[in-house]
């Protein structure tokens, strides 16, 4: 077994379609085949169920595809490990991102540490939440940051830091005649909502405040990246429920911040790594991701938005 069977079987998985995977790789269809069937004898299990229709993984192709995607990770890191000393670092954190952390904390991290401790390099990962559980089990990050506490047992959950929520309301909705909204009045209307397979912890915080009443609410539209959730907001789709943080990073002048009535819920972000002794490097990178960011007060006005 080596690297091309590796990539032959990865294509394959990822596209479940022989001839996308052959023209992603650049190869005929017949050598990508090939391959398959040569890692397939070598493993002594088939990984495909192919007919004329459809590509599927096997039950041994599904436990397959868990490890091998960490077999590019390790030498993805290595790599980067070996430039990271090439270039001068005495030391290296690597740290995985899921679900759309808060770019004014991650970038208030980011040059606290980069000013505190020029000699450790930051390498960060975008990836999903249940891959960023395997690679911190498995070592292949030090930490991770996450809108998720349910991380399992062998990892742990620190909150890092709150951002105030609030309703993204199109800039002429007859909810802004309201300073702050009732929970019963932005449920009247439909949601944009977060995608919960995409954005596991966030979506379940947001679930958590909706279901503080009996209203069912009613969802417009299921997104996956903050960009789009403002977009289709701004086009009238529906209210979307972000935080504070994220809505003026977009900055979008056809929408308006409005908190909602009452005690104002938080959206929390968990810093997680594996349960035991952490690294010095790594005890002072979540010292710095505990310490409140600099920022406007929680009970500021959130009547914000460009041009208003």
């Known amino acids: 077994m080596d690297l091309r069977h590796l990539r032959c079987f990865l294509a394959v998985a990822e596209e479940l379609h022989f001839a996308r995977a052959a023209e992603r790789l650049h190869i005929e269809q017949s050598p990508l085949s090939r391959a ?25 192709g599904q ?23 090439s270039a001068g670092y005495q030391g290296q954190l690597r740290i995985a991102l899921s679900e759309g952390i808060s770019q004014a904390r991650l970038t208030a991290l980011l040059s606290r540490c980069r000013e505190e401790e020029p000699d450790t390099e930051i390498r960060l990962y975008e990836v999903q939440l249940s891959q960023q559980i395997r690679g911190l089990e498995s070592d292949l990050y030090d930490a991770g940051l996450s809108q998720s506490s349910e991380v399992g047992e062998t990892l742990l959950s620190i909150p890092a830091w709150n951002d105030p929520m609030v309703v993204a309301v199109p800039r002429r909705h ?56 403002v977009t289709l907001v ?27 009535a ?20 790594l005890q002072r990178f979540v010292e710095r991701a505990l310490v409140p960011a600099p920022g406007r007060a929680a009970d500021e006005a959130l009547d914000t938005s460009p041009g208003s």
């Open 63 to 85: 436990v397959f595809m868990d490890y091998v995607p960490r077999v590019f990770a390790a030498l993805t890191q290595a790599r980067d490990s070996v430039r990271s000393v």
């Open 262 to 281: 009452g005690c104002t819920p938080v959206l929390t972000t968990y810093l997680i790594r594996r349960i035991g002794e952490p690294s010095a490097a």
């Open 174 to 229: 007859p909810l802004l005649a309201h300073k702050t909204l009732p929970l019963d009045e932005v449920l009247r209307y439909p949601l944009v909502l977060f995608e919960s397979g995409a954005c596991e912890g966030c979506s379940r915080q947001v679930s958590r405040v909706l279901r503080a009443t009996d209203r069912e609410p009613i969802v417009a539209e299921l997104v996956v990246s903050q960009d789009l959730m």
């Open 234 to 260: 701004a086009a009238g789709y529906g209210l979307g429920i972000s935080t504070e943080a994220q809505v003026s990073t977009s900055c979008h002048p056809e929408i308006v911040m409005r908190p909602l």
């Open 36 to 60: 398959i069937k040569e890692l397939e004898e070598e493993l002594g299990a088939r990984l495909f169920d192919r007919n004329t229709r459809s590509t599927r993984l096997t039950r041994a």
